[in-house]
């Protein structure tokens, strides 16, 4: 549990004894006051540690794939293994398995996306950063809007614009008679709900995961006292945030997935007509 | 399709958004606000189950289509 967890939910003395309630940690321990402020013209720049997780994780993916195709051999071995394993997974597991052969042209963006989100997330269990950042909504949105701008132009480009949103207004299988009802209903679930989805997705669960764990560790820290409820129920919390973590690694990776995967179909719903 | 059960979600939301609020704008004129938006509710829900239907009807045929084809070659 990181310091500032510790301070915000009542301090170091709050103990089950010492007569305070349970201090519930709540959305604060999501905001973080700004380390560096600057500004570049009229512009202002709040450098917070969200920023600075950010940061780091980009320069961590960069390094780590530069490292492993420095020099690539024709038998992989160690990074290059890893990071070969990662390139398949997502061109095999993800791109054509969507798209078919189609699918290779996106598997740069795909790769991108799923390997910075996944660290991003992975700061979560990341002793001292300690924050998923895509628990901060404005990271996933800024995903999903990248997202939304490739797939939206592509569809056009690739359909015509009345071909697009014609594919996209009336999905087959339903009586003709009702498409004056339900091309404006599909009209905003595609347009509109389908990119909000897809970022609060990924955002509510990087942000429960990480009140779960932050929960039970302040319980683990609140609990201790002398006494039998105290001790054992401290050692129960302590145990359940380890789990919680192991389970957050898992779920980590299956959202920086699921986010990638669903990228890869709206794109290859783009490409080509629905059915 | 993998975006299967996230297709149905936005269908459901999106009909119950529109619809209620087709319902609430027609109030602002006639009135009878709780009584247009309930209706406007159920409404938007009946034709998302109809899309969601629909859909999932049309792609169980192309699978099922497309899994007669893979046998028969």
């Known amino acids: ?275 | 399709m993998a975006d299967t059960a996230w297709t149905i979600t936005s269908r459901i939301a999106s009909g119950l958004l529109l619809y209620t609020g087709l319902g609430w704008l027609l109030s602002l004129w006639i009135g009878h606000a709780p009584l247009l938006m309930a209706t406007g509710a159920l409404l938007g829900l009946g034709l998302s189950f109809v899309l969601i239907f629909g859909g999932l009807k049309a792609e169980n045929k192309r699978i099922s289509e497309e899994m007669q084809r893979k046998s028969s070659t």
């Not at chain 1, 940061?55 to 961590?60: D, H, K, L, Q």
């Not at chain 1, 997705?201 to 201790?224: D, K, Q, V």
């Open chain 1, 1 to 275: 549990m990181s310091a500032e967890v510790v301070i915000a939910s009542g301090g170091l003395d709050c103990h089950l004894m010492s007569g305070c309630g349970f201090p519930a940690p709540g959305a604060e321990i999501f905001q973080f006051d700004a380390v560096v402020t600057f500004s570049i013209g009229s512009l202002e720049f709040h450098i917070s540690k969200v920023t600075i997780v950010i940061a780091i994780m980009a320069v961590v993916v960069m390094a780590f794939f530069t490292y492993a195709f420095r020099k690539p051999k024709l038998v992989p071995r160690g990074a290059q293994n890893v990071g070969e394993l990662g390139y398949t997974f997502i061109r095999d597991g993800i791109a054509r398995e969507t798209m078919g052969k189609d699918g290779d042209k996106f598997v740069p963006f795909l790769f991108t996306l799923f390997f910075f989100i996944w660290m991003l997330n992975f700061a979560g269990i990341v002793p001292f950063l300690q924050i998923p950042a895509t628990s901060t909504f404005a990271i996933p949105v800024a995903f999903a809007i990248i997202v939304y701008l490739t797939w939206v132009p592509l569809g056009i480009y690739r359909q015509g614009f009345v071909g697009f949103f014609k594919n996209m207004m009336f999905p087959p299988g339903v009586p003709k008679a009702m498409y004056v009802l339900l091309a404006p209903l599909e009209f905003l679930s595609n347009i509109l709900v389908r990119p909000a989805t897809h970022a609060i997705r990924l955002f509510a669960n990087m942000f429960a995961g990480h009140l779960l764990i932050a929960t039970f560790s302040i319980a683990a820290f609140y609990l201790i006292s002398a006494s039998v409820v105290g001790i054992l129920g401290s050692a129960a919390s302590f145990v359940v945030a380890i789990a919680l973590t192991a389970f957050e690694a898992l779920i980590q990776g299956l959202q920086a997935y699921i986010f990638t995967l669903l990228t890869a179909v709206y794109i290859s719903g783009a490409l080509r007509a629905e059915h």
